[in-house]
């Protein structure tokens, strides 16, 4: 009893069990089973559940073999060493390791903070932005979106149905000043809508990058139009070293674990071209499924009349993130395998389209 005491009323598990613990279950449910990186991130949550209903050998068994099994994994191991000093009397040894290695444990606080925040919403179903952006698919298998407010990644893929699914969600990084890239080397990741333009496997590449890396077509012509420089933007994985990065800890691209990055490399074998929506708020300006509707039919009369002939099952249209009154619409161009990108502003008398693309996406399947 006396250790429970003590544990209970340490500072340092009160302020993890806050930021960590969470209605497990509900977090996970769109994802699969034999995924070991959201096996792992369930592990551990269960692990601070473990810590809250003061099962303490649970919780500590279960840190134990987290850290056995991924030594690199910096979180899990820091909550083994909190309970295993905490059962032994000696927190003032937790507080001196916080004061000589201050950025290290904020980085890992700021870890837990974001995975608690995506797991509350989840649980409590307020995530995933999808039909707030998502006006209208193509016919492309796939469609990545990533929410920045969340860190983390969701992977839509076409049903038997022809329907957009959501088939997993990872945790990711993006870059060490945040969101909003503006020029070359602000270390801030990009908001926009984006498309894979390549594929560069892991061996070809320096060991910082993984498994490998999707680049994206960073700046697009919205983005160079409004002065926006910079390349190298990238979903990719993690150092070798390393189990998973603190939120903000990138140059300005997106990363990845390297089995969540593995699978999207092979598993999934994303085609040249699938649309990748980078957001970082949880805006719904246009929820109303009236207001859908009256947007997508000024696009489709447009396009009728300009483009004689275009199949709109082809025709994808979405809201550009954190831009007023922004559409980015998406459709086959005369020439095989090449994508035609536009950007429409509204204004008194309605959509109107304001750039089409200087260079067309490549639509090609990767080997």
Known sequence: MQTAKRITNSSVITRNIKVLTLAVAGA???????????????????????????????????????GEQHPNYKLAQLMKADLL????????????????YPKSVARLKDEAAVRWQFAQSSASGVNGYFDNYVL????????????????????????????MT?????????????????KEGDLRTPIGVYHIVDLLPGAGLPDLYGVGALPLNYPNDWDSEQGKT????????????????????????????NKAMDRLLSEYSLPYATPVLIVDDAEQLLASSTVKESVLTEVKTWLDNHHIGIDWTSVSVYRYPNEEDLLY???????????????????????????????????????
Request: proline content about 3%; overall charge positive.
């Open 28 to 66: 996970f449910s769109c994802s699969s089973s034999a995924d070991d990186v959201l096996a792992v991130e369930k592990k551990l949550l269960l692990g601070l559940e473990s810590i809250q209903t003061l099962s303490m050998d649970n919780a500590l068994d279960s840190f134990s073999a987290l």
């Open 85 to 100: 000093a905490l059962k032994a009397g000696q927190k003032p040894l937790l507080d001196q390791v916080r004061k000589n």
């Open 136 to 163: 209208k698919t193509a016919q492309q298998s796939h469609l990545i979106f990533v929410n920045l407010s969340e860190s983390r990644l969701y992977l839509y893929e076409r049903d038997s149905e022809g329907q």
């Open 166 to 182: 959501l088939v997993t969600d990872y945790y990711v990084t993006m870059g060490r000043k945040g969101s909003g890239k503006q």
């Open 230 to 257: 910079g390349s190298g933007i990238w979903l990719h994985g993690t150092p070798s070293n390393t189990y998973i990065r603190a939120p903000k800890a990138s140059r300005g691209c997106v990363v990845l674990h």
């Open 329 to 367: 619409v998406t459709f086959p161009a005369a020439v095989e395998n090449e994508l035609i990108h536009q950007y429409w502003k509204r204004g008194d008398n309605g959509w109107k389209l304001v750039i089409q693309s200087k260079e067309p996406v490549r639509v090609e399947k990767k080997a």
